[in-house]
């Protein structure tokens, strides 16, 4: 199966990304990211102290200021924090 394009999709609890990133300025949001490398082996993220996080997979907390790298694919899945999915992805943050 072939895509055509970036793919955005909404659900209860969650939303998805999957397509290119470019760069992007500093932000937040209420949500879990999980970030998941697609096109390259790594997916990189830079935090507000300028500590830059690498991994196939990365999970930023909600309400941290962070920033992607560029890449020309990832998939990103945004999580609702009070699901109880989200209650195991609190083990995975940096903080």
């Given at each position: 199966m072939t895509?055509?394009?970036?793919r955005f999709a909404v659900g209860?609890?969650?939303a998805l990304y999957q397509g290119p990133l470019a760069d992007s300025a500093f932000h937040r949001h209420a949500t879990f990211q999980v970030a998941v490398a697609a096109a390259a082996r790594t997916v990189a993220i830079d935090d507000d102290t300028g500590r830059r996080h690498r991994g196939p997979a990365?999970?930023?907390p909600p309400m941290t200021r962070h920033?992607?790298?560029p890449t020309r694919e990832v998939l990103t899945f945004y999580?609702?924090?009070h699901c109880a999915?989200?209650?195991?992805l609190r083990a995975g943050c940096w903080r």
């Open positions: 895509r055509t394009g970036p209860p609890g969650y990365l999970v930023v920033r992607m790298a999580v609702d924090p999915f989200a209650d195991r």
